[in-house]
C-alpha cells in the first residue's frame, strides 16, 4: 500500500493544485511510481479518460506530471456547476444527475465508501500518492462530514502540508489563522506550512519563517517563489482569464460565465506573436483575427448571456465582416439555430442560437464521454488549410446536434464559410491544426510566420520540469520524505 502525502490550502487559488503537480513530477524524477488523488473536485475543465470516465482536468495534469495515465481513481466525485446554486454529479467517471448544493451536502455521506475504494485501488498501484485538498480546511460551516480536506486526510491516514498563498496578501493570518481554527487531532496531522507565489528578494522572508514556526508551531517546509512556468489551470480564478491587450495576432476567447475547459485554447499562446484574449464585455472584442467561443456548462443560460450582454451582435458583425469564428462543445452549439433542454439536463428550457449554422441542438440526457481522433475533411472557408489535418482529442457533451451544414471533420462537426464548429476538446494541441490556424492568420494580415513549430506534449513535459525544478530548490526535500515517511 502505498504512503500518502497531502496538500491542503489557506484558500481557493493558493496553488495546491501545482503543488501537487509539482510533488508528483518530483517523486516520478526520484523513481517512485506516484499518483495524483483528489476526492471531490468542484471545476468546469474536466478530462475524458481512455476508457471514457470524466475526472477533474487537474488530475489529468498531475498524472501527466507523474508519467503515467489518467483515471477516474485518481477524482472519484466531480461537480460541475450548471447554476449559482447547483451542480451536476459525477460518481466514477459518470453523471448520476443534478443536486442542488444542499440537497449534495445531505448525500455526501453517502460517497465516503466509494471515495475510499478508489482511493484503495490507486494506492495498491503505486508507492506514493498525492492528495489534494479542496478550498480551505476551515470552511467551519460546511466541515460537517467532509471528505475532501482533513475528512479524506483521516482516511487516507496522511500527513498534511499547508500551503498559502503570499501574492493574495495576509498569509500570516492565512496560516496562521487556519492553525487555529483545526481541531487538535486535525492540528496533530500537520506537519509543515509552505508559503507560495513569492514574488522578490526570498531573503527578506527569513524573518517571516521563524514567526510562522513559532507562533504556528509547525515547520515551514519552504518559501516557493512565483515560478515562471506554463502549467494547465482548471480554476476559474486563473490569471490566464484575465484581461490582456491583443498581440500581434489576436485571438479573442468569449469568456463564457460557465466557461468550460479553457485549456483548449492554452496551445496558441506558445506561438510567436500570437495573444489569447478572453473578453467578457462586447466593447472589448474590438477587431480580432479570430473568435473562439469555447465549451460551457450551461449553454442555454450562456447563449442567453451572449444575446443581453450584446455579445452575440458584435458575433455575427464580425463573422459577416469576414473574422473566422470557432466554436467548441457548447460554443458549437450556440452557433446553431435552436438549442432545446427538454429534460432540463442543463438549465431547462430552449432558445435560438445564433443562426451562423444551421444546426439543432437538443438535450436528451445521455452524455456523451468519449476520446476521439480523426481528420479534418476537405473543408473550404478561411481554414481551407485544415484540410486533411489530424486530430485527437475527447468529447463529454449533454446535446446531440444535427447538422444542415458540410461536415468539418470525419467524425462530425460543421462549417460555413468562415464559421466553424465541433464537439473536440483538445482539437488544437495537434500541432498540425495549430500552426496551419497561426499561418493563416498570420498570411490574412501578410505577414510570413517564422516561428518554430510547437509539439504541444513536449511543451508540456518542459513545464514540468520547471515547475518541479523551482518547487525542489524551494523547499527541504529531505524533510518532505521523512514527513511521507513517520505518517501521522
Known amino acids: 500500500m502505498a504512503k500518502a502525502i497531502m496538500i491542503q490550502g489557506t484558500m481557493s487559488n493558493a496553488g495546491k493544485s501545482f503543488f501537487a503537480a509539482a510533488l508528483c513530477r518530483i517523486f516520478r524524477q526520484d523513481g517512485y511510481s506516484c499518483a495524483p488523488f483528489k476526492s471531490q473536485n468542484m471545476a468546469l475543465n474536466s478530462y475524458i479518460t481512455a476508457d471514457g470516465c470524466e475526472i477533474g482536468r487537474a488530475q489529468a495534469m498531475q ?97 498534511v502540508v499547508l500551503v498559502g498563498d503570499i501574492d493574495r496578501g495576509g498569509v500570516f493570518a492565512q496560516l496562521l489563522g487556519t492553525l487555529s481554527l483545526l481541531e487538535t487531532d486535525e492540528l496533530s496531522m500537520v506537519k509543515g506550512l509552505v508559503v507560495n507565489k513569492f514574488r522578490g528578494d526570498i531573503s527578506l522572508f527569513d524573518s517571516g519563517r521563524d514567526i510562522l514556526q513559532k507562533r504556528g508551531g509547525k515547520p515551514v517546509l519552504g518559501v516557493v517563489p512565483q515560478l515562471d512556468c506554463d502549467i494547465e489551470d482548471e480554476d476559474s480564478l486563473s490569471s490566464k482569464l484575465e484581461g490582456k491587450s491583443a498581440g500581434l495576432i489576436d485571438i479573442a476567447v468569449i469568456k463564457l460565465p460557465k466557461i468550460s475547459n479553457f485549456t483548449d485554447l492554452d496551445v496558441f499562446s506558445q506561438y510567436d506573436g500570437v495573444t489569447v484574449r478572453y473578453v467578457t464585455r462586447y466593447e472589448e472584442l474590438e477587431t480580432p483575427d479570430m473568435i473562439i467561443i469555447p465549451g460551457t456548462k450551461s449553454t442555454i443560460c450562456d447563449m442567453k448571456w451572449l444575446r443581453e450582454s450584446g455579445m452575440e451582435a458584435v458575433i455575427k458583425r464580425s463573422a459577416a465582416n469576414g473574422v473566422p469564428v470557432f466554436g467548441i462543445c457548447g460554443g458549437y452549439q450556440m452557433l446553431g439555430e435552436t438549442i432545446a433542454d427538454p429534460l432540463d439536463s442543463e438549465c431547462g428550457g430552449s432558445i435560438s442560437g445564433m443562426g451562423l449554422l444551421r444546426c439543432r441542438t437538443v438535450f436528451m440526457g445521455g452524455k456523451r464521454q468519449t476520446q476521439t481522433s480523426g481528420r479534418f475533411r476537405n473543408i473550404g472557408g478561411f481554414f481551407s488549410c485544415l484540410s486533411g489535418a489530424e486530430f485527437s482529442g475527447y468529447e463529454i457533451h449533454m446535446g446531440s446536434t444535427d447538422s444542415g451544414e458540410r461536415p468539418l471533420l470525419d467524425c462530425g462537426g460543421a462549417y460555413s464559410g468562415s464559421v466553424y464548429g465541433c464537439y473536440i476538446h483538445g482539437i488544437f494541441d495537434n500541432s498540425q491544426v495549430s500552426e496551419r490556424i497561426v499561418k493563416k492568420l498570420y498570411d490574412s494580415k501578410g505577414i510570413a510566420y517564422r516561428g518554430g513549430v510547437v509539439d504541444r506534449n513536449a511543451y508540456k513535459e518542459r513545464q514540468y520540469d520547471l515547475l518541479a525544478e523551482g518547487v525542489r530548490r524551494s523547499i527541504d526535500t529531505g524533510l518532505l520524505y521523512r514527513i511521507i515517511e513517520e505518517g501521522v
Do not use: C, W
Open 63 to 159: 498524472a501527466e506530471a507523474a508519467g503515467i495515465e489518467p483515471s477516474v481513481l485518481m477524482n472519484p466525485v466531480l461537480l460541475k456547476p450548471t447554476t449559482n446554486i447547483g451542480s451536476q454529479v459525477i460518481v466514477n467517471g459518470r453523471a448520476v444527475g443534478n443536486m442542488s448544493a444542499s440537497e449534495y451536502f445531505r448525500q455526501k455521506r453517502d460517497l465516503i465508501p466509494k471515495i475510499k475504494e478508489a482511493y484503495d485501488k490507486l494506492a495498491a498501484q503505486h508507492d506514493i500518492i498525492v492528495i489534494e485538498g479542496a478550498g480551505s480546511p476551515v470552511e467551519l460551516n460546511l466541515k460537517t462530514d467532509d471528505i475532501v480536506n482533513m475528512g479524506m486526510a483521516k482516511l487516507a491516514k496522511a500527513p
